[in-house]
Every structure is written in structure tokens, then in C-alpha cells.
């Protein structure tokens, strides 16, 4: 199993982000994906998280409106489209397995964003 985040950077307070998850190794389609973020010196966090098939979504109460979660199953990826960040939203973003969702050592490397002026 490989999953592979890219995407993140330095933004500013309102700006936008995509992050991406290119997944190998295990058939992308049959699985819950989530995104679970940790800020420094801080425990993770759960973000979002989206069924198989990609029709069913949610989010933590903090992203709501602001983040969107979605997949293409052709492509293994997972994405997570960052609007309006904020500088509260500066962590390391992880995708996962939803059923791995606690598992650290099954997600991705994980890929820094920064929100700061």
C-alpha cells in the first residue's frame, strides 16, 4: 500500500489549496478515504472523510463550507480542495484509509500547508 500526498504550500489567510493522494498498491475503489491533518505540537485531527464510490461526504465542523472532499476512482486519487484557509488550518495533511484512520504508520507522508501572511 503507497499513498502519496502533494499539493501543499504557503498560502495566505484566504487563499486556496489542492491537496492530492495518489493511491497504489491496493484497489482505491473498495475504500473509505479520509484526510487527517496534525498541526505542530498537536495531536491529528480528522478532516474529511469520503465513502467508495465517492457519493457521500464529511467534514470536521471547522472545514465545513470551506473544504471539499472528492475522489476519482480511474485515477486513484483522493483530493481535498482548501478554500478560505485560515491560519488555524497550517498543519501536515495526511490521506489514509478510513479504516486506518488511527494507524499513523499507514498514512501517507504527508504534505505541509502553511497559512500565514
Known amino acids: 500500500v503507497q499513498l502519496v500526498e502533494s499539493g501543499g504550500g504557503l498560502v495566505q489567510p484566504g487563499g486556496s489549496l489542492r491537496l492530492s493522494c495518489a493511491a497504489s498498491g491496493f484497489t482505491f475503489s473498495d475504500y473509505a478515504m479520509t484526510w487527517v491533518r496534525q498541526a505542530p505540537g498537536k495531536g491529528p485531527e480528522w478532516v474529511s472523510v469520503?465513502?467508495?464510490?465517492?457519493?457521500?461526504?464529511y467534514y470536521e465542523d471547522s472545514v465545513k463550507g470551506r473544504f471539499t472532499i472528492s475522489r476519482d476512482n480511474a485515477r486513484n486519487t483522493l483530493y481535498l480542495q482548501m478554500d478560505s484557509l485560515k491560519p488555524e488550518d497550517t498543519a501536515v495533511y495526511y490521506c489514509?484509509?478510513?479504516?486506518?484512520?488511527?494507524?499513523?504508520?499507514?498514512w501517507g507522508q504527508g504534505t505541509q500547508v502553511t497559512v500565514s501572511s
Open positions: 469520503i465513502n467508495s464510490g465517492g457519493g457521500n461526504t
Open positions: 489514509a484509509k478510513w479504516k486506518n484512520r488511527k494507524d499513523p504508520s499507514s
